[in-house]
């Protein structure tokens, strides 16, 4: 039962950075990292309220200098926060490389790279030669859209993909 409440306050520390992003992206990066519940407590004490996710999102959307007192908290724990972040990269770089060195004999995770690369041809050639009845229309594409998704996952496993392209749009790194 802790883990899946340690998974909510996750996802609930995930929320809130979303919305600190807005005034400080740094800052609200560093709230889904590893480092969450400790940023979270600093924000909490630039805000003068709890260090919990709802009491933070509160004083966020009442509090009028909300946005000044997170940028102010951003300029001066942007030491930290860089640290933070360095640390957060490299523990999903390990876990990728883990991953990879432990798969690195099997042929499984190789025939399911060809089994997605072939459903992704097979899906591709279907709907572009067959018309799709209107009411199947929508399901069908929502399962092509997953099998080629997780055939562009397994890709990106196996091939390596840049993190700073799929930050940039986040400003992860601003």
Known sequence: MSKFRDKLEEIE?????KQVGKFAPLLGSALGGPAGGLVGGLIAEALGVN????????????????AVKLKA???EQEDNLKKWAFSTLEIELLDKQNARAAHAFSKMPAIMCILLTILVAIGAYLLFTIPVPEENASTA?????????????????????????????KGFMR
Do not use: H, M
């Open 13 to 17: 520390w995930r929320k809130i950075g």
């Open 51 to 66: 260090n919990t996710p709802q009491e933070i999102s509160e004083a966020i959307k009442t509090d009028p200098e909300a």
């Open 73 to 75: 908290l951003q300029v």
């Open 141 to 169: 594409y929502l399962l092509f859209g997953a099998v080629l998704a997780k055939w562009g996952d397994s890709c990106a496993f196996w091939f390596g993909t840049t993190r700073s392209s799929a930050e940039k749009s």
